[in-house]
């Protein structure tokens, strides 16, 4: 177990590590703090990229691309009061009038610390947590599996349950494109529709590239998402007089890591709900209440806490059980299975080395962001300068050529253009377009597991029902159905009389 | 179901509702869209999961269709007020235009076109601008993919043309 540690903190030492990490928490910080891109347009865009290297290294990457765009959003956040990703607009509630009053450095400093302490905190419970449930997962059959895949993509259409139908609609559409091409098991070929190029399928690169990279600069090119005039920075260094301040509420760095840290861990859930949870649980337990929408440094510190808590947080069911909590942890999934690594209970025992390094990326990552932040705050301010029109080509170029370099084929890119416009539309319409993605990636699980527990089952469903831990969860899936329509339902007739 | 939106858009209905004709179609083309000559029974086979879906798929477009019939009556097809998207369907269409350019002129000068033809028409027509960043850009991707990735790019058809 110790020499695993060791091993992962060398291999994570290693030059190539620590500059995909570096570069990585570079480009998410710069992604993060642009309005409208965020640290998904990174990632999808550095993702062909990612085949060059080990996992490890591609890992590293990715994941600076994730934590460091929600280290970057709070920055036009309190600045401007536009959030670089949208779980910071809870950040703007104080950091703005922070700002107002001429005191941006103490909005800045409280984010960046809590941001540091929330990353921080949950890699921890992330180090401990993984293989309790790891050990769980142990004893997972395909019904489980199936039933925990479930849960999961029922907790996503649930997150955006005032958008039901369409919700399913798009898990659908995810669910269906999964199965296009050749049908492992049997061999057969499924709506491909005589093109022998959908015969391999719709690889996970260019559908998440088209609907989150191309449809999101469609998006920029439309509209002038950034207000680059009221950005206002006097010193080019964070002032760390005013880190020392934010110890006083280390209560609350402590609690917003650990909310955000269980809030990730749920599929579908995401980091806007860590934010605004860290932040009422500091409001409540808070001296003074009242300071919070006035612009008190704590409120900056609980929001980015609960929100840099999350990608640590969905990267336990990740590793354990194979099952993304939001989209960005499902194109990380798919890094994994593109280098022939399958996440599951076994992950922890077969790759410790991966998953050591993983861990030790993780911490390394936020200590390379907060010292990025620290040392180069206006620079990096500045980026939200660069026109968003000019940027959004520079993206759909890259994309495009990254897209065919994966496997050259012109038809991988044909198909980003099409998931592109697709993702504009959804964009446009502002249908949750994470069900889609969480739909194909979860796709193949589930559609494995299904026909492998039928198997056992002899085709009969009543596997799922006779099994404890697959009862179990699914008698939770029920109930995170039931609870919230019924609660809805409650709220709405109590507003209408 | 519930509508989020203030005032309805019958704009999303009818998307809803194309998804789910389309997925309708799908469902009843699906036995010669799928090989099921195999030797498996249903349930192991092919065309188990993906009926499922589409009937998920049908499910859920339902309350789409039954609003694009019964429209309330606020309902318009005003989406957002952003209006007809334009740029971003001439963008599109040059993005369709670069991928048939890097089979018939090559990587270095499709590229050069797309990044500048794009520039040029969403008005950043300052030299510095329609100048530098497709050139840099160009030299960049050029560089990156060329020379450190090693990745193939087709040769151009035109020189195959008047190359002979």
Avoid at chain 1, 32 to 45: L, R
Avoid at chain 1, 210 to 225: H, P, W
Avoid at chain 1, 272 to 278: G, K, N, V
Avoid at chain 2, 86 to 98: E, G
């Amino acid at each position: 177990m110790f020499e695993h540690v060791l091993t992962g903190i060398q291999a994570s030492l290693q030059p190539g590590n620590l500059a995909a990490l570096t570069f990585g928490t570079f480009v998410g910080i710069a992604v993060g703090i642009i309005p409208g891109t965020g640290p998904m347009v990174g990632m999808v865009v550095l993702l062909p990229f990612t085949f060059v290297f080990s996992p490890s290294t591609a890992l590293s990457l990715l994941l600076g691309i994730f934590c460091g765009g929600y280290y970057g959003g709070a920055i036009p956040a309190i600045l401007m009061r536009t959030p670089g990703v949208p779980s910071s607009i809870v950040t703007s509630f104080d950091g703005f009038p922070l700002t107002q009053r001429g005191e941006a450095q103490r909005g800045l400093s409280a984010a960046l610390m809590g941001s540091f302490t929330g990353g921080i905190i949950s890699v921890f419970i992330l180090i401990f947590l993984a293989p309790l449930l790891a050990h769980v997962a142990a004893s997972f059959g395909p019904p489980e599996y199936f039933s925990a895949a479930l849960f999961g993509v029922v907790l996503v259409v649930m997150a955006y349950r005032e958008q039901l139908s369409r919700g399913l609609l798009l898990l659908g559409l995810g669910l269906w494109l999964s199965t296009v091409g050749i049908d492992g098991p049997t061999l057969s070929p499924r709506y491909c529709f005589g093109s022998l190029s959908l015969q391999n399928g719709l690889h996970v690169v260019p559908v998440c590239l088209g609907l989150f990279g191309i449809g999101q600069t469609l998006i920029l090119v439309e509209r002038q998402i950034l207000q680059t005039k009221a950005m206002r920075l006097t010193r080019r260094t964070l002032d760390f007089s005013k880190l020392v301040e934010n110890f006083r509420y280390w209560k609350t760095m402590i609690r917003a890591g650990v909310i955000g840290t269980f809030v990730g861990l749920l599929p579908g859930t995401g980091s806007i709900l860590a934010s605004f949870m860290s932040y009422e649980a500091a409001k409540k337990t808070s001296k003074d209440p009242s300071a919070f929408g006035q612009g008190t440094p704590e409120g900056c510190l609980a929001s980015e806490g609960g929100n840099n808590a999350v990608p640590a947080g969905a990267m336990i069911p990740l590793l354990t059980l194979g099952i993304p909590g939001d989209a960005l942890s499902a194109v990380l999934l798919g890094v994994f299975t593109i280098n022939g690594i399958y996440p599951g209970p076994l992950l922890l025992v077969k790759e410790p080395v991966l998953i050591n390094t993983l861990y030790v990326s993780m911490f390394l990552i936020n200590v390379v962001a907060f010292i990025m932040l620290a040392l180069w705050l206006r620079p990096f301010a500045m980026i939200v300068k660069i026109n968003s029109a000019v940027l959004a080509i520079i993206i759909m170029t890259l994309s495009l050529v990254g897209i065919y370099s994966v496997n050259t084929r012109l038809f991988d890119a044909a198909v980003a253009i099409v998931m592109g416009v697709l993702g504009y539309i959804l964009l446009r319409l502002k249908w949750p377009i994470v069900n889609l993605v969480m739909g194909f990636i979860l796709g193949e699980i589930l559609e494995q597991r299904l026909r492998e527990s039928l198997s056992l089952g002899e085709g009969s469903p009543v596997i799922f029902f006779i099994r404890p831990i697959s009862l179990g969860i699914i008698l939770l899936t029920i109930l995170i159905v039931v609870i919230p329509l019924v609660l809805d339902r409650k709220r709405r007739k109590r507003t209408a009389s | 179901m519930p509508q989020p939106d203030e005032t309805p858009s019958r704009v999303h209905d009818l998307f809803g509702t194309f998804l789910g004709a389309a997925a309708t179609g799908i469902l009843f083309s699906s036995p010669w869209q799928v090989d099921t000559s195999g030797p498996d029974p249903f349930y192991k086979g092919p065309l188990i999961y993906p009926l499922t879906v589409l009937g998920l798929i049908i499910l859920a477009s339902l309350p789409s269709a039954w609003r694009l019939v019964k429209a309330h009556e606020k309902a318009t097809w005003k989406l957002d007020g952003g209006g007809f998207p334009s740029k971003p369907l001439v963008i599109f269409l040059f993005l369709i235009a670069f991928l048939c350019g890097l089979v018939l002129i090559g990587l270095r000068v499709s590229c050069l076109l797309f990044i500048g033809g794009s520039l040029y028409y969403l008005e950043h027509r300052r030299p510095g601008v329609l100048i530098l960043v497709p050139v840099i850009m160009t030299g960049l991707i050029y560089v990156l993919f060329k020379f450190f990735l090693d990745i193939w790019f087709p040769t151009p058809l035109v020189l195959d043309w008047f190359g002979g």
